[in-house]
């Protein structure tokens, strides 16, 4: 029954309510826009309430069931509008999937599925910065608060005792978690959420290479076992110093969902909003592109250098390029929170 119910609160918190708050954000033509949106939204909903619990102490169940409300009410607000004006829909014709195609999408698939079983069954990362998520999720679930004692001794601590880990609230969403499902955070935290996160992983690194190759799936798909092949090799050959190591043996921590989620997800959306005709869809890019550079913030501390840095060399060069200078203030307000992380946690 727990797993079924487990199940449950998964497919609502990171299907139904991102889909729902999507919705409203990307005005739901295009599915992927719209449940991404949705997903990093509700991430930065969970980033705010997180602040300002962990500064008033405020309890950890408490601002789990404001987060649902506000979320939940959003997300039936935005199906309630799917419903009346049309679901989103994938992008592009739908176009056959030929022999080749499909046993190529079969083996990226079941590479995939090898590594995330791999990295949930099979591996072990003890050091201080995966103890300290792990260790920050747990004791925020005992303690009923959110992030206010010491990981590693249980004493109470005063606000932003430890800003990066503090601002970088990510290990606090497996104790929200765990309060809904009522699953231990640390199993959430290392063995359920991978089983999402490694898959969302690879898509992203799909979608870019369809940019790539965009009239061809076979090369797209043949480019994703590739990389996959890729990452195993760099993480044999670099260890624990390479991002791609990081995916495969600690997918759930923030610098490796830096790395393999959130740095090429903002890359896909920039290439894709400068590719974009449409007016209708360059405002939904536009608007996915700041709620994800927005929940940086609350993935990993290394993001509030890395995000302000990628958006000002791609955008510079945009700018410089195409002369649409309207389009600086845009690209300043997706990197200002990032940017003001960064500036509080140096000085």
């Not at 044999?236 to 490796?256: D, I, P, Y």
Request: hydrophobic share 55%.
């Amino acid at each position: 029954m727990t797993a079924v119910w487990t199940g449950i609160v998964l497919a609502a918190v990171l299907l139904g309510i991102p889909f729902g708050m999507g919705r409203l954000l990307t005005g739901g033509k295009s599915l992927r826009l719209t449940m991404l949106g949705g997903l990093f939204a509700s991430f930065c909903v969970f980033e705010a309430l997180a602040m300002v619990f962990h500064v008033t102490q405020g309890s950890l169940r408490v601002m789990t069931a404001l987060w649902c409300a506000v979320c939940g009410g959003l997300a039936v607000w935005g199906w309630l509008r799917a419903r009346r004006t049309g679901w989103p829909q994938p992008e592009g014709p739908a176009l056959r999937w030929d022999r080749v195609e499909k046993l190529l999408l079969a083996a990226a698939v079941a590479l995939i599925a090898l590594q995330t079983l791999n990295t949930v069954l099979n591996t072990f990362y003890g050091n201080w910065d995966d103890e300290t998520y792990c260790g920050t999720a747990v004791t925020s679930w005992y303690t009923d608060t959110v992030n206010r004692y010491a990981p590693s001794t249980g004493a109470w601590q005063p606000p932003f005792y430890n800003q990066k880990y503090v601002i970088a609230s990510w290990p606090v969403y497996s104790s929200m978690l765990a309060v809904l499902t009522g699953v231990h955070p640390a199993i959430l935290f290392r063995t359920v959420l991978p089983l999402f996160e490694m898959p969302l992983a690879y898509w992203v690194a799909y979608r870019l290479l369809r940019c790539f190759f965009a009239q061809s799936r076979k090369k797209a798909l043949l480019g994703l076992l590739y990389f996959q092949v890729f990452v195993w090799m760099a993480a044999e050959s670099m260890g624990e110093h390479s991002g791609e190591w990081w995916m495969l043996v600690n997918g759930w921590t923030g610098k490796a969902l830096m790395a393999s989620l959130v740095t090429p997800l903002i890359l896909w959306l920039l290439i894709a909003l400068d590719r974009a005709g449409d007016a209708a869809q360059r405002r939904a890019l536009w608007r996915v592109l700041l709620v994800v550079c927005w929940a940086a913030c609350f993935v990993s501390a290394s993001l509030f250098f890395v995000v302000p840095l990628e958006l000002a060399v791609w955008g510079g060069l945009r700018l410089l390029r195409t002369r649409r200078w309207g389009e600086a203030p845009a690209y300043l307000l997706c990197g200002a929170p990032a940017a003001f992380c960064a500036l509080i946690t140096l000085f």
